[in-house]
């Protein structure tokens, strides 16, 4: 595996008996990347990242996370990556406080590290005045922010980012944005599902997955010129239409 890249998959597949919902995926992304992965619903992307992120077993082929193998070191990849899902993120009945803290026991901090991480993501947050509150009483863009820092409570080489911005407003996915450009810019490799077709102009590169397979995968700059269109959103339906 090169030392610059923190995925490296060669011929990654999922089978689910006959189907193949993942078909021979081969990329890499490497260290401090904004890389986004997209693909319409169906498309194989939730499968091929819980590949990556140790939670489903490949069928064939080959992937390193965080020079981690995604077959033996399953244990090792979870320990060494954030993630964050649209679906799944904080426990709506534990306060801002207490969800901090059980996050960092999971992932292994001190509870002098926990107590340090605390203070400095709330105030980083400028949650202060509801530290306290139970996080389900909190605005879902709030609870999204709250979300990602946690996912980076423990320093992880990459975090992966499922849908972060689903449901909430555009002055919220701005802010959002702006938190995944500082965590990249200080060395955090962000891997981000993405059905926002204007967040893709956002990322490095952009992967773009049809039926199973990475169709495409370059800058937003270079994929438009080679599709000839003026956005990502034409890029996707040249795509998806064949």
Known sequence: MNNNNVIQAEGLTKMFGDFK??????FEVKKGEIFGFLGANGAGKTTAMKMLIGISIPTSGAAHVAGFDVFTQAEDIKKNIGYMSQKFALYDDLTVKENITF????????????????KELIDDLGL????????????????QKL??????????????????????????????WEMIYRAAHEGTTIFVTTHYMDE??????????????????D????????????????????????
């Not at 919902?21 to 081969?26: G, L, Q, S, W, Y």
């Not at 996050?103 to 605390?118: A, D, N, P, Q, V």
């Not at 202060?128 to 609870?143: H, M, T």
């Not at 992967?207 to 169709?215: A, D, L, Q, R, T």
């Open 21 to 26: 919902a993942v078909n021979a995926i081969t």
């Open 103 to 118: 996050f960092g026991g999971i992932y292994g901090l001190s509870k002098l590290k926990i107590k340090e991480k605390t």
């Open 128 to 143: 202060q005045e509801v530290a306290n509150q139970l996080v389900g009483s909190l605005p879902l863009g709030w609870k």
């Open 147 to 176: 979300s990602f820092s946690v996912a980076l409570i423990h320093e992880p080489k990459i975090v992966f980012l499922d849908e972060p911005t689903g449901g909430v407003d555009p002055i919220t996915r701005r802010q959002f």
């Open 200 to 217: 893709a102009e956002y990322c490095d590169r952009v992967s773009i997955m049809v039926n199973g397979k990475i169709e495409a995968l």
């Open 219 to 242: 800058t937003p700059k270079k994929l438009k010129e080679q599709f000839k269109v003026d956005s990502m959103n034409d890029v996707f339906l040249k795509l998806a239409r064949g």
